[in-house]
């Protein structure tokens, strides 16, 4: 029977706060510094020519099996029996991100299967990114055989949450995937609709988690701050427009 899972939604605390009354001089001067704050950029995480600022998770520098072609980059799996060892492997940012705003746009092959990985602990006690790390899945659903998996089809929070609607586009065509981590909310957004919504590190969580593949995985979900992986499942998958914000 397809299992459902309700998100869990923290409630806000409303602070009030007294203040001794301000003279008109420095009310002005508190609205100008508000006026003049900065908001917070988009940083672009791929400069369309090459894979700078990313890494072979593990340690080193990103596998020739990662290919850059055309504003895009891409696992060249079709044409992995001519790789030298090492050459694949999941791809991480250099940079951990705690409260952030993650999207990017992917391509997925027939039959292909990769993921979105993120709040990655990257260190020798942890051999695979998802040891640590939350999953957005990527995926051909109507090829790959996860696809008749609850839970393991494109967009779900990968063996926890499915999505709420069916997103995906048909293989070959791009899709926009969304990743909104902040303050323990979570939210993952496929082409356009929030299609997992959830709270992390409650007690519900933690139940959700131990009635998963994860269980026996003292690290995953653990840490508030992380990497973000790209993810070498074997397959042909193309990636472009990646970028973040900082909340």
């Known amino acids: 029977m397809r299992k459902t899972y309700l998100s869990m939604i923290a409630a806000a605390g409303i602070l009030a706060a ?17 006026v003049a704050a900065p908001a917070e950029e988009w940083i672009s995480l791929f400069d369309g020519q090459t ?61 292909g299967n990769s993921g979105i990985i993120f709040l990655v602990h990257e260190s020798p006690e942890f051999e695979r990114t998802y040891q640590t790390g939350l999953e957005m899945q990527v995926l051909d659903n109507d090829g ?14 990968y063996d926890l949450i499915i999505s ?8 070959g065509e791009w899709n926009q995937a969304e990743v909104i981590v902040n303050q323990g909310k979570l939210d993952l957004i496929l082409n356009g609709v929030t299609v997992v919504s959830t709270t992390l590190w409650t007690p519900e969580w933690e139940a959700l988690v ?11 979900g653990k840490y508030k701050k992380g990497k973000i992986a790209l ?17």
Request: proline share 3%.
């Open 144 to 157: 790959h055989p996860d696809g008749k998996i609850i839970s393991h089809r494109a967009g779900d929070l």
């Open 51 to 111: 894979l700078n600022g990313w890494s072979k998770y593990g340690g080193g520098e990103v596998g020739k099996g990662w290919k850059v072609e055309n504003g895009e980059f891409f696992l060249d799996a079709a044409n992995k029996a001519n790789w030298a060892d090492g050459d694949g492997g999941d791809i991480v940012t250099n940079e951990e991100y705690e409260n952030f705003h993650f999207k990017t746009e992917w391509k997925i092959s027939q039959n």
């Open 231 to 247: 993810q070498d499942h074997g397959d042909v998958v193309h990636y472009r427009n990646v970028m973040i914000k900082k909340l």
């Open 164 to 171: 709420s609607q069916e997103m995906a586009k048909p293989v």
């Open 18 to 34: 007294c203040s001794s009354p301000k003279t008109e001089e420095a009310a002005a001067e508190d609205s100008t510094a508000v």
């Open 210 to 220: 131990a009635d998963s593949k994860f269980k026996d995985m003292p690290g995953f």
